[in-house]
């Protein structure tokens, strides 16, 4: 089942992509792309791997995709 999580600094929002409606999944890629525009990363696994790969791209068709804002500070 395709997974998205979003994190945010308020939290993070869970978006199950194979049940999701149209109207969700385009609000979520619009939350997605407006990350990625402003230095966020993306971090993807098919089913059964343990590792993530972190990416400056979002690949729909990974089983879990967690989107975290760019870090900032020190």
Do not use: C, Q, W
Request: aromatic share 4%.
């Amino acid at each position: 089942m395709p997974l998205l999580k979003i994190m945010d600094r308020t939290g993070h929002s869970t978006i199950d992509l194979s049940t999701a409606t149209k109207v969700e999944i385009d609000e979520a890629m619009a939350r997605v792309n407006t990350m990625l525009a402003s230095g966020g990363r993306v971090a993807t696994r098919k089913a059964g791997e343990t590792d993530y790969t972190v990416s400056k791209t979002f690949d729909p068709t990974k089983d879990d995709s967690l989107v975290f804002p760019h870090n900032v500070g020190g």
